[in-house]
Nanobody, 124 residues
Framework: QLQASGGGLVQAGGSLSLSCAAS????????MGWFRQAPGKEREFVAA????????LYSDSVKGRFTIARDNAKNTLFLQMNSLKPGDTAVYYC???????????????????WGQGTQVTVSS
């Protein structure tokens, strides 16, 4: 089970840090990702980390502003979001997969575990 938290309301240019706590089993060995969905839009890829814990992948829209990290000891995935823009407003979801390969990290269909989402709202 995945539980996302940390969302909220922030002004443009501000920062937020999202967390995704995994329970029930260790997330060690799982590929982990963040996706987001804005009203009226499809779910889109944000960032992901390969199960080896080293290789990361970012969407072009967040590259250089967002950082994904994981703490296997705490069974938690993080997303540090800086320089937030109104276009970042969305519900953010964390996801996990034990079998996803690096080239598929950006595809939602590759994940079989999903958190419930946390709302991020960026005001202009």
């Amino acid at each position: 089970q995945l539980q996302a938290s940390g969302g909220g309301l922030v002004q443009a240019g501000g920062s937020l840090s999202l967390s995704c706590a995994a329970s029930g089993r260790s997330m060690r060995g799982f590929g982990m990702g963040w996706f987001r969905q804005a009203p009226g839009k499809e779910r889109e890829f944000v960032a992901a980390m390969h199960r080896n814990g080293g290789n990361t992948l970012y969407s072009d829209s967040v590259k250089g502003r967002f950082t994904i990290a994981r703490d296997n000891a705490k069974n938690t995935l993080f997303l540090q979001m800086n320089s937030l823009k109104p276009g970042d407003t969305a519900v953010y979801y964390c996801a996990a997969s034990s079998s996803i390969i690096y080239s598929e990290l950006h595809r939602a269909r590759g994940y079989n575990y999903w958190g419930q989402g946390t709302q991020v709202t960026v005001s202009s």
